[in-house]
């Protein structure tokens, strides 16, 4: 735990907003980083709902802030440095953690210090987005408003912490663009942003 200087991180399953593979992606996730010294939170958030398919934040972002509130409240009890809490996220999961950086307000204490973002889905229009994550996020027919407050790539920022991407280039299901698209808008708005692209694994790295 010393080598990681009491550091933090929620962990956000995927599911396409429809499910949570909570045990591959997330206790498995939680165990490994458990071993590496990191405090870890496995997330079983609620899902979307439809009366904040229009307004409102979905019961998942609202899950993953007060998660990130809750680490820094008991940072004292459970040994956690306060200023080393972070989220990270796999496919739907890594928009939900991506969300939530973007999302979150650091006086109520709801600001992960770092965000990671695995094969994540990003985008919420395009012929790269994950139509099934956005329509169960924001339903069949989402305004154009709400279309951009969700699209990541949209919400760059300089105030935004540190972020970690990490995409395969043969993924299929959340391709690639989700990754790279995002990247370049936190490098533009000057977040401190690094993107790792590997050639195989498709989508979960299954294929490793």
């Not at 010294?37 to 972002?61: C, H, I, N, W």
Request: with cysteine; aromatic share 6%; glycine share 8%.
């Amino acid at each position: 735990k010393a080598a990681h200087r009491n550091a933090a991180m929620v962990v956000c399953p995927g599911g396409g907003y429809a499910m949570e593979v909570i045990d591959r992606e997330g206790h498995a996730i939680a165990r490994y980083f458990a071993s590496q010294g990191l405090t870890m939170a496995v997330l079983k958030y609620r899902l979307p709902k439809a009366d904040t398919f229009e307004k409102g934040l979905p019961d998942s972002q609202q899950d993953a802030l007060e998660a990130i509130r809750m680490l820094r409240h008991h940072a004292s009890d459970w040994q956690i440095d306060p200023q080393r809490i972070g989220i990270i996220g796999f496919s739907a999961g890594g928009h939900l953690a991506g969300s939530t950086a973007m999302l979150s307000d650091a006086a109520d204490g709801s600001r992960p210090d770092f965000a990671v973002l695995m094969y994540a889905v990003t985008l919420m229009r395009g012929e790269s987005m994950h139509a099934g994550s956005r329509e169960r996020l924001l339903g069949p027919t989402p305004s154009e408003a709400r279309i951009a407050e969700f699209s990541l790539e949209k919400r760059a920022r300089p105030s935004l912490p540190p972020f970690f991407l990490c995409h395969a280039t043969n993924d299929k299901v959340v391709p690639l663009p989700n990754a790279e698209l995002l990247a370049a808008a936190l490098h533009q708005a000057n977040v401190p942003a690094e993107l790792l692209i590997v050639n195989s694994g498709g989508h979960g790295f299954q294929s490793c």
